[in-house]
């Protein structure tokens, strides 16, 4: 918690100190993420990493001679004040935005970038809708998508407690909503229907309504969608009642945060969520760039993958030799960039063409791929 804290006020304090000079070449990118919020430990980390592969490029010259200039933006996770960043940002001029963290605020913000010809590419936003209404064709994703998340958890799900009692809880939110309704779809596909469906609402914090609902429906595993604030209090409330049923849920538990709630509880809670990039060797640079931004930095894969948003928008503008929407979209759909994830391609939606899912479990206030 320490850590996080000193990571949440040093990036906080950089993101809110004012505009670096500008100079008539300069790349100017927006960063649009969750500063504050229930979710701000996530947002932390993608500010993180953006501002570290940000750094390695200007470190090494730019890209064609040409320094990125970043704009931290607060969107809170919120929907309405997601627009107000994105009309913000359109009216500073900035073409190129990374972001948004949340599903919600990315699907609102979307239609105003289409409008503004303004490119947008997410490295944490997995909600199908996103990409699917095709806002203005300048919306792309360096992450895997729910239905896709979700299917890998179903498919689990169906097969390890087939005779069980499933339930499927979700947060009411675009991403949680939309995870819980995939990995249901998943489970259906294999023949296999919930025992109990219901809903929270993001921010609450007594579910012992929940709980109760629950231990009466008899319930042997629990799927959750949405974020790691409401599952770890509903994990403490269920252990403290002494109903242990298994947790599994997707990549927004990969947070230091939730166990800091969750505590002891969280052992076993089983999350989706794509490969460990941190062991890479070509993590070693990443990780280094964002320890010179804060020492006591823990890196996760939401830092990587929103460095990687930035080596795949710095490749296409290099190719391209372009700085605006259109061009530099063009260039995203017809090229491979090396990424420190991987290799990325994408389809004409601005999908990845190849997302990959594996389990991690957290078990003593660490998480790793499950066996």
């Known amino acids: 918690m320490v850590i996080r804290r000193h990571l949440l006020s040093t990036l906080a304090a950089l993101a809110f100190a004012g505009a670096a000079p ?31 592969a940000i750094a390695v490029i200007n470190a090494k010259g730019g890209v064609k001679g040409r320094k990125f200039v970043l704009q931290v933006e607060d969107d809170a996770c919120e929907p309405r004040q997601a627009v107000t960043v994105a009309n913000r940002l359109a009216a500073s001029g900035i073409k190129l935005v990374f972001g ?12 105003v970038y289409a409008e503004r010809d303004i490119l947008m590419v997410t490295g944490s936003a997995t909600n199908p809708a996103l990409t699917d209404k095709a806002a203005g064709g300048t919306i792309f994703r360096v992450c895997g998508r729910d239905d896709q998340q979700g299917a890998v958890a179903g498919k689990m799900l169906a097969e390890r407690y087939r005779d069980k009692r499933i339930a499927i809880v979700h947060d009411k939110s675009a991403y949680g909503a939309g995870l819980a309704a995939e990995a249901k779809k998943a489970m259906a596909g294999a023949g296999v229907k ?25 319930i042997d595993a629990v799927y959750f969608g949405g974020y790691h604030t409401e ?45 460990e990039v941190k062991t890479r060797p070509q993590a070693e640079e990443a990780i280094k760039a964002m320890r010179a931004i804060d020492a006591g930095a823990d890196p996760d894969n939401f830092a990587f993958y929103y460095y990687a948003a930035v080596q795949a928008l710095a490749a296409a503008i290099e190719k391209s030799g372009a700085d605006t929407a259109r061009p530099l979209a063009q260039t995203l759909r017809a090229g491979s960039f090396s990424t420190i994830v991987g290799d990325l391609t994408f389809d004409q939606k601005g999908d990845l063409t190849a997302p990959e899912y594996v389990f991690y479990e957290w078990r003593d206030g660490k998480y790793a791929p499950a066996k």
């Open 100 to 111: 948004h963290l949340c599903s919600s605020a990315a699907i609102a913000a979307a239609d």
């Open 22 to 52: 500008v100079n008539a070449q300069d790349i100017r990118v927006g960063l649009a993420t969750a500063v504050t919020g229930p979710v701000a430990a996530i947002g932390a980390q993608s500010r993180l990493g953006t501002q570290a």
């Open 194 to 218: 919930p025992a109990y469906e219901g809903a929270v609402n993001a921010g609450e914090r007594d579910f012992g309504a929940l709980v109760t609902r629950l231990k009466s429906e008899k």
């Open 231 to 275: 599952l770890a209090l509903i994990i403490r409330q269920s252990r403290d009642s002494g109903f242990t049923p298994a947790f599994v849920t997707g990549e927004a538990m990969a947070s230091t945060e939730f166990w800091a709630i969750a505590r002891e509880a969280a052992n076993g809670v089983l999350f989706t969520y794509a490969p």
